[in-house]
């Protein structure tokens, strides 16, 4: 009888053990993601061929840019944001990108588009209507690919104590980031150049930590690769410059006739230049007779 | 023709080496033109008036591609340029110290008022195209860096020197 009952008492303490081991790594699992991996991406192929689309160049021949142009500049559309990049964020990114086209003398204006304006997968219809509301002649899309990886470290065991999970950095966190700013021409639907940016970076943290680590390190990952990209445009538009002069790839002519020449002018004399050198002539006669 | 003439920097990079030269003779409208033609030649009767006629004419060969390069260099944003003035700028300059004296002193100032005006107001004027300031700033130097080196001494104008010997000298 009490070998029966010391049986079935080393039987629930062996179930009960289990149960609190179960309890114990679903805590620690849901703490830490288990190790996770999530994406946000934008592509900016997507948007503008989306399944079921056909491809229609719209024009023959070498394409025409008219100069200097107005430019839209604006995020590809997505469902999602990148992890931890707030509008405000996303804004003064692109004015970033903005005062490296700014500088441009091929540009006329540049001005930043709302996400708003663009609809997923609208293709080169949506963009037309686009640049025909705002004047454009040049749309520069930025799109991106975020990957974010999260992973417990063999020191993750400790998060079974509870209180490691708040105290031990025992999760791995990985963000790779890449973007990417093509510039097209819309009349012409030609793709002018592309700038690329990428960033990849890694943290540690806590279990209890692990999502807001993964948001800060996106974040930051996230303008690393945008200032990356923007260092790459300066480059990418001198390439630009050398393929159409070089290739021919596409032709560049100025807004009010004729080819495309680029920042320039004339040295001119003002009226009252000449009225002073006439002057000055006139003392040096009056001089010499007298 | 306008085209293969005008100082641009693309062409100047592929080895078109007379765009240095010829863009100074190149204008973009009638009054452009018009001006900048008085303008050399009220300069051209000041240089013949002081003797100094054919020696501004040998230094301008000189003097056009000193301003374009020097342009091409310092605007690097800039990618054609077309006119007299620049040049024009520097024969004023070349003349004032040519002639030396308070008038060169006080021209100079002018000059650099002037010059300081084109740049604090670029846009003021009545040009149909934009006017490259930089220019005249760029020709003026160059035509001060041309004078110098051949100033006559202080105190003599090309006249004295040409003068016949005074009295003590028999």
Not at chain 1, 30 to 40: C, E, K, M
Not at chain 1, 219 to 236: E, H
Not at chain 2, 150 to 159: A, L
Request: charged residues 20%; hydrophobic residues 50%; positive net charge.
């Amino acid at each position: 009888m009490d070998q029966h009952f010391s049986a079935a008492h080393r039987a629930t303490r062996l179930l009960a053990i289990a149960l609190a081991a179960t309890v114990l790594a679903g805590c620690t699992s849901f703490f830490s993601g288990g190790g996770s991996r999530q994406g946000v991406s934008s592509s900016v192929v997507d948007y503008l061929y989306p399944k079921g689309a056909k491809f229609e160049p719209a024009q023959e021949g070498v394409p025409e840019v008219r100069l200097p142009a107005r430019v839209g500049l604006m995020f590809v559309p997505s469902a999602r944001t990148p992890a931890g990049l707030t509008g405000a964020d996303r804004q003064q990114l692109l004015e970033k990108v903005r005062d490296t086209f700014k500088s441009q003398p091929f540009i006329e204006r540049i001005e930043i588009v709302p996400d708003v304006y663009l609809r997923p997968g609208g293709g080169f219809e949506n963009l037309e209507q686009l640049a025909r509301l705002q004047g454009f002649d040049i749309v520069a899309l930025v799109s991106y690919d975020q990957v974010a990886d999260t992973g417990d470290t063999a020191a993750s065991f400790l998060y079974w104590t509870i209180i490691g999970a708040y105290t031990v950095p025992a999760t791995r966190n990985q963000v790779s980031t890449f973007v990417e700013t093509t510039v097209f021409d819309v009349a012409s639907r030609t793709m002018l150049l592309r700038a690329p940016g990428q960033d990849q970076r890694d943290a540690g943290s806590t279990a209890i930590r692990a999502m807001d680590a993964r948001d800060a390190l996106g974040r930051a990952s996230f303008q690393a690769a945008m200032a990356d990209m923007t260092t790459n445009l300066d480059g990418a538009i001198a390439g630009f410059r050398e393929r159409v002069r070089n290739e021919g790839q596409v032709k560049l002519v100025d807004r009010s006739g004729g080819s495309w020449k680029g920042r320039g002018g004339g040295g001119s004399m003002q009226g009252w230049e000449l009225a002073a050198l006439l002057a000055a002539l006139a003392l040096l006669i009056a001089r010499r007779r007298a | 023709m306008f085209d293969a003439l005008l100082l641009e920097r693309d062409g100047v990079l592929d080895g078109q080496l007379w765009r240095l030269w010829s863009g100074h003779l190149l204008h973009l409208d009638a009054p452009h033109a018009a001006l900048n033609l008085a303008a050399m030649a009220v300069l051209a009767a000041i240089a013949w008036r002081i003797r100094q006629l054919g020696a501004l004419l040998r230094i301008t060969p000189v003097m056009m591609p000193l301003v374009s390069a020097s342009l091409l260099l310092l605007a690097p944003d800039l990618h054609w340029y077309a006119g007299l003035s620049g040049l024009l700028h520097g024969w004023a300059a070349w003349l004032l110290v040519r002639h030396g004296g308070a008038v060169m002193w006080a021209g100079l100032v002018l000059i650099a008022l002037k010059l300081a005006w084109g740049q604090m107001m670029p846009a003021a004027g009545s040009a149909a195209f934009p006017v490259i300031h930089l220019a005249h700033l760029v020709g003026a130097c160059a035509g001060l860096l041309l004078a110098v080196p051949v100033r006559p001494r202080p105190g003599r104008t090309q006249r004295d020197r040409r003068a016949p010997p005074v009295a003590g000298g028999r």
